[in-house]
Nanobody
Framework: QEHLLESGGGSVQAGGSLTLSCIVSGYSYSSYCMGWFRQAPGKEREGVAYFNTGDNSTIYSDSVRGRFTIAQDNAKTLYLQMTNLKPEDTAKYHC???????????????????????WGQGKQVTVSA
C-alpha cells in the first residue's frame, strides 16, 4: 500500500523560499505520476505541479509556473521548491500519487477529476506580506 509523508513548509515572508519533501513508500511501479496540491480555507483544492517518473516530464499551474519546481531524487523523495512566495500561496500542501504508467497529460486530467491513488496528510505553508 502506498504511503506518502510530507515534511518541510512553515512560515516565510513574501519573496522568500521554502521546500517541501514527500517520502514515497510502498510504490513498486517503475513509472508513475506524482503531484503537489494545495488547499486554502474556503477555497477549492488546486493542483500546482505534477511529475512523471517515466520521462521526467512536468506540468505547473499558471499560478506557480516560474516560481515553483517539482523534482524527485533517486530515493523516490518528491520535492517542491518554492521561490518568490506570495501571500496567496498560503495553504496546506499535500503530495499525491496520481496514476501509474501514464503520460503527464493523463496525469493532469486525472488530477483535475480528483482521481488520486494516494494522498499525504499535508504541510502548512504560510506567507506573510
Amino acid at each position: 500500500q502506498e504511503h506518502l509523508l510530507e515534511s518541510g513548509g512553515g512560515s516565510v515572508q513574501a519573496g522568500g523560499s521554502l521546500t517541501l519533501s514527500c517520502i514515497v513508500s510502498g510504490y513498486s511501479y517503475s513509472s508513475y505520476c506524482m503531484g503537489w496540491f494545495r488547499q486554502a480555507p474556503g477555497k477549492e483544492r488546486e493542483g500546482v505541479a505534477y511529475f512523471n517518473t517515466g520521462d521526467n516530464s512536468t506540468i505547473y499551474s499558471d499560478s506557480v509556473r516560474g516560481r515553483f519546481t517539482i523534482a524527485q531524487d533517486n530515493a523516490k523523495t518528491l520535492y517542491l521548491q518554492m521561490t518568490n512566495l506570495k501571500p496567496e500561496d498560503t495553504a496546506k500542501y499535500h503530495c499525491a500519487a496520481v496514476c501509474t504508467d501514464c503520460t503527464i497529460t493523463w496525469c493532469n486530467k486525472r488530477a483535475q477529476a480528483n482521481a488520486l491513488d494516494a494522498w499525504g496528510q499535508g504541510k502548512q505553508v504560510t506567507v506573510s506580506a
